[in-house]
């Protein structure tokens, strides 16, 4: 089946509404873990975060390969697209965490809107990954 992002403006538009992605990663014996994240993808890098504490960061701390796989909704024609490379753990800004959560949360529920003021007050608690692509993959 032909790649249905072949042109870069194709996957952005693919990649624009809230969609999960599953990050894999891979554990200490090279077995791989996948795990659903929230992301966002500004044209060279995708941005995601973490408890600092969480095992998918322990494990990016031994070993940066990563995968991030993103496909349709199942009202959707087939498609998906995968990120390769290596991701970078650090400090962030915490915006990136009040934009993802009102792209995949609706704010205006209010058990969603208290669990995001009380990350808010443990900044501290999350780290910030990011993953510059050395692939791109996409397909049907």
């Known amino acids: 089946m032909p790649d249905p992002f072949p042109a870069q403006a194709a996957r952005a ?6 969609r999960l992605g599953i990050l894999s990663s891979n554990r200490k014996d090279g077995s791989a873990i996948s795990v659903p994240v929230w992301f966002d ?4 890098t995708v941005h995601m975060f973490a408890a600092n504490s969480s095992p ?3 494990r990016l701390q031994n070993d940066p390969r990563a995968s991030l796989l993103v ?3 199942l009202d ?3 498609g998906w697209v995968a990120f390769d490379g290596e ?3 650090g400090p962030g ?8 959560a009102a792209r995949y949360w609706d704010l205006n529920d209010p058990a969603r809107a208290k669990t995001l003021e009380e990350w808010r007050g443990g900044q501290a608690f999350f780290c910030f990954l990011t993953l510059t692509p050395k692939r791109i993959r996409s397909g049907a």
């Open 13 to 18: 538009r693919f990649l624009e509404p809230p």
């Open 41 to 44: 993808w500004d044209g060279t």
């Open 56 to 58: 998918k960061v322990r």
């Open 71 to 73: 496909v349709n909704n």
């Open 76 to 78: 959707e024609p087939e």
């Open 87 to 89: 991701v970078e753990i």
């Open 93 to 100: 800004d915490f915006s990136l965490v009040e934009k993802l």
